[in-house]
Each structure stands twice: as C-alpha cells, then as structure tokens.
C-alpha cells in the first residue's frame, strides 16, 4: 500500500469512529436540553438538616409547555414535581426542590434518581442521563478495639507506663468524631469529644474530659463517628434523642468501645476465710505501689503493709466469725472489699452474705463493650470480679450495721456466702437451727433457693434482713459467672408475695404475736419513710405481725413446713439497730428464735 493509501485509510478510521461517538452523544442527551444542573450528587431526607433536598434546573431550546418529575431505576414516576408549566426558550426554570419523598409523603428508598422532562407539545419525554443518590442509610463505623492492652475486657487507664487509650476503628474516617460518655456511675453523660484525623481509623485518649481534667473514675465508652457524602451520620453505638447512648436490656453494646479509669480496686474472695489460716485479697493498682489495711467493721486497723503486688496474702486474727474490711489505698482514692471470716468451731446459727447481690448491682464492664455487666440490666456478670465501687451497694446502711451488731452482742455464729450455699462449699445449711440472712438477697441460683426452701420445710428458721429478697432467679456457671438473670416472680420461694414498695411516713405496731417475736420491744416502730409490705403469707395467717395504719403487713413471721420465715420489710431497719432500742429488741428476739 501506498503512503498516499495508508494516509487516506486513517483518515477514514478517524472519521468513522468520530462518526460513532457523535452518534452515541446524540443518543444520551437532547438538542432541546441546553443545560441540566444538579444542587449535589446526594441527598438524605432524614431530618437532620444536611443535604436534605435535591436542587434542580435546566434551560430548553425551545420554548414549551413541560411536567417534570423524579423517576426510579425503572424509570417509575416518584414524585411530580411540576405539571403544566410554560418555560420560555432559553431561560432557566425556577429551581424545582425535592424532598426526598414520593408522592405519598414516605421517604423514598435508598438509590439513584434521575430527572423525567415531558414535552407537552412534542408529545414526548426525556429522561436526563445524569442521576443522584438517595441515601438514608447510616455509614458503618465500629470502635473495633481498644489497646495497647490485650484481651476481652475494657482498656485500664491510668497505666503504668502512662500510654493513653489507643483506639482502633474497623474504618479509615471522613468527617468523624469520638465521643466519650461516662457509663458509671449513673447518670450516663458525655465528658469529652475529640476529632479523628481525616483518613484515619486510629485515635487516642488519655483520659481527660474536655476542659482538660483528669475524669473520675468510672465505666467510659468511646463512641465513633462519622458522615458519608450524602451527610449521613453513621455511629458505632445509636444514641436517642438527646445523645446518649441507647442501651438495650439483656444484649451487649455494638464494637469494644469500653475503658475503665480505674487507679486502684479490690476482688474480695468468694467464700470464708476460715478463722487461724490464710486469706489472698486479688489488687488491681495498674501496677503502681499502694498500701493497705485490714479491719474489723468500726475499729482501727490491725494489720496493714505496702505492696504492688496483684495479690495480698492475709492471716486475720481471732477464733471468732466475723467480716472484716481490706482497703487498699493509693494515693487520695481507695478501695475496700468484705472478707468474710468463719469460726472453725460449729454454732447454730448460719449468717449469710449476699455476694451474688453485690455482685450483680456492681458497676463493672466485664467484657470491654463499655456498658457496666449489671443483673439488673439483663447480665451476665462475673462473680468473681473487682468491685466498682469503694464498697457494695448498700452496704453501709445494711450488711454492715448488722455485722457490727453481731460483733457488739458477742454472738457466736457461722458466716457464708450465697455462692458457697449454691456452689456446696464452706459452711453448709445442714446443722443449723437458723439462717440469718444479713442483706438483700435479690437474685439467687435455683440450687440455693432449694436447699433454703428445704432448710425450713425440714424445721429452720430464716430471717429476710433484707427487703428485696428471694424473688429473682440466676443461673451460676462452672466458672462462676452469672447468667439469664429474671424478672421477679409472682411469690417468692415460700409462696408468699409482696406488695410493691412505698413511700411516706410511716408508724407500724406489733399485733398477733405467737412466737415472741415483738419481746423486748414496745411494739412500735415509728417515722419509717418506705416499706416493703407483705400481702399474702402460706396458710393465710402470720404467726407474729405488725402493720402500719391502714393495715400493711410490714414485719410479719410465717410458718412453712416445720419451720419459720421472719421478713422486715422495713428498709431502714439495719440502720437504726444503734441507736431505736425497739429494733434492738427485734433483732435480739429474732436471735433468740434463730438460735433455738
């Protein structure tokens, strides 16, 4: 071929393939379209008032009569956004805006959207190439860990080598944010914000709230943050409506956003230190040194040390049961934990703690999601864990008067927990004239219920110093972890039920009395502000009772088999027992009937 051929084939390859692409061009617009204009590329018509409408306009060749209207893929109609208009040759519509909504006011489904044009007079529609997303649906961003520590729980602050909170997301971020909410204690609220680094999926916290303090401690969770191109937030963890972080009963939060500030705290053991031989109190101190003491309830300490050990070995002196107070201290913050001595030698009656129930109110984040493990909140819980607080939920107003009582009257008894009834180590039920138990008893495995339904069927004596007791259920695992807490039942394990609690002023006095129970005292208890009355007993007929003014029975004693169940339902009972000498009374007559 010659050079002249070769020339004039390429310019015919050139000029047909120039040919092809004007007529592809002329195949995806329209010569009456002049120009087409979108306000953005996305819209999210979810109320948050970012990018909330779709702007349009355009200009026509000529001059007609046109409806527009938004189509789907499919080219269905959505929503008319004109009908009947006259739009002049050359001149650009009026901006047309679309909510995002069809023609029925509901939102309309996530995809692309494109503009329908209908040439009245032409008697045809065009269907504008160019489209936009319709995009309601949340960017997923997840805290995906927490370090530089390892393993299932939340990260500890402050740390020995005074690194921060290095905080891993499953996602590079654009536009985002963390935020940090104290979890515990209650109430929930946010104590700082901090930016992620555009195209970063790390972030850091040492900390500090937003005004640069050092945070109390306390339960935190991080919660990420971040908007995709149609303005969409998308958050590792919902928050309501006034931003706080939804939290669901029974069901763990999304990602591992949980750190605890934690500088010093305590694990008590799970069953009694026999009196004479050793006890180890478990420390978490970060690794930094602190000292301690050991102590009976209201007396000076008698042992104490320094250690930055994990573990505290204790020998408690004395022959007698009793629970004594490990505090560790470092620095101005402290935390103590009950250690619960048991005489080697046997007594009549059995005092039992409810470590379950202390356990289960602790606000301790077990599994690092940021949300405290509660019973309260659905569990699970580990029994044997720190406890969160410088001592158990109310403690100090009922487990501890009535330890302090017992020390005070020189009452000789043996001491247990709920978990070693339930797990059938320590002292057992079996031998004892009575059970004391010493606070509320709120949730119980149903191997313990059972053996305390027996206990008294067979001849026992039980009394409820507590209020809220033996009416929930929970399941203890192998590796004493508490599961499937429920709800309160109908009746308690004794069949008996309880009126909800009240509040007011109350006065309540003795009447039937078969068993001594009101010897010693006037009968009258007076000025309590709640109750937790009871409203039936088995059988019908209590053996010893006392009510208040409309007749709610308050402290009552029931017979079930052989043996007797006494309740006060009065919560602020423990707390007077040094000071009302008719609540001394009770406590003593209630004793006398334990011990026989």
Do not use: C
Request: hydrophobic share 40%; no cysteine.
């Amino acid at each position: 071929m010659t050079r002249l051929a070769q020339l004039v084939f390429a310019l015919l390859v050139v000029a047909t393939g120039a040919a092809f692409f004007l007529a592809q061009e002329l195949k995806t617009s329209d010569p009456v379209l002049l120009s087409f204009r979108l306000g953005s590329e996305a819209i999210s018509p979810n109320g948050d008032g970012r990018f909330e409408r779709q702007r349009i306009t355009f200009r026509l060749k000529r001059s007609e009569l046109i409806d527009v209207a938004v189509v789907d893929q499919r080219g269905d109609s959505v929503r008319e956004l004109v009908s009947g208009v006259q739009l002049p040759a050359y001149r650009t519509i009026a901006p047309l805006i679309w909510n995002g909504r069809d023609e029925n006011g509901k939102v309309a489904a996530d995809g692309r959207y494109r503009i329908r044009v209908t040439l009245r007079r032409e008697g045809r529609s065009l269907v504008v190439p160019k489209s936009f997303r319709v995009d309601d649906t949340p960017p997923r961003i997840t805290v995906a860990a927490i370090g530089p520590s390892s393993g299932p729980g939340p990260e500890l602050l402050d740390r020995s080598d005074g690194q921060p909170a290095q905080i891993h997301l499953n996602t590079a971020a654009r536009d985002g944010r963390l935020l940090i909410f104290r979890t515990a204690p209650l109430p929930t609220e946010q104590v700082a914000e901090l930016p992620i680094a555009q195209g970063s999926n790390r972030a850091s916290w040492d900390g500090r709230a937003s005004d640069g303090r050092p945070v109390a401690p306390g339960t935190y969770l991080v919660v990420a943050q971040r908007r995709d191109s149609a303005g969409v937030l998308g958050s590792s963890v919902p928050l309501d409506g006034e931003g706080i972080p939804i939290t669901v009963y029974g069901q763990r939060l999304p990602g591992r956003g949980g750190i605890t500030v934690r500088p010093i705290a305590a694990r008590p053991p799970l069953l009694p230190t026999t009196a004479g031989s050793g006890a180890g109190v478990v420390v978490e101190a970060n690794g930094q040194r602190f000292s301690w003491t050991l102590s009976q309830l209201g007396k000076s300490a008698s042992q104490r040390g320094r250690s930055s050990a994990s573990v505290v070995r204790l020998k408690p002196r004395g022959k007698a049961s009793s629970l004594m107070l490990f505090t560790a201290k470092r620095g101005a913050l402290r935390a103590s934990v009950p250690v619960a001595i048991d005489d080697a030698r046997s007594h009549p009656v059995l005092v039992v703690l409810p470590l379950i129930t202390w356990q289960g109110r602790n606000p301790v984040d077990d599994d690092g999601d940021g949300e405290p493990n509660l019973l309260t909140t659905g569990g699970p819980a580990k029994l044997s864990r720190v406890l969160g607080t410088p001592l158990p939920a109310r403690f100090v107003v009922q487990e501890q008067p009535i330890m302090k009582w017992l020390a005070r009257s020189r009452y000789g008894y043996d001491l247990t927990t709920d978990y070693g009834i339930a797990s059938g180590r320590g002292p057992k039920l079996a031998g004892h004239s009575g059970v004391l138990l010493a606070g509320d008893t709120v949730w119980l495995p149903p191997a313990a219920a059972r053996k305390l339904r027996s206990f008294v069927i067979a001849g026992g004596t039980l009394v409820e110093a507590g209020t809220d007791s033996l009416l929930r259920s929970v399941s203890l695992t192998k590796k004493a972890n508490l599961i499937d807490p429920l709800p309160p039942a109908s009746a308690d394990i004794f069949g008996s039920r309880l009126e909800p609690p009240a509040v007011g002023n109350f006065d309540i006095t003795a009447g039937d009395d078969q068993i001594g129970l009101f010897k010693g005292t006037s009968g009258l208890f007076n000025n309590y502000s709640a109750i937790a009355a009871t409203a039936t007993v088995p059988g019908g007929k209590p053996l010893a009772s006392a009510v208040t003014g409309d007749g709610a029975i308050t402290i009552v004693a029931f017979r079930v088999g052989k043996g007797t169940v006494i309740r006060y339902g009065l919560p602020q009972l423990a707390s007077r027992l040094t000071t009302d000498p008719d609540v001394q009374g009770l406590m003593t007559s209630s004793w006398q009937l334990l011990s026989r």
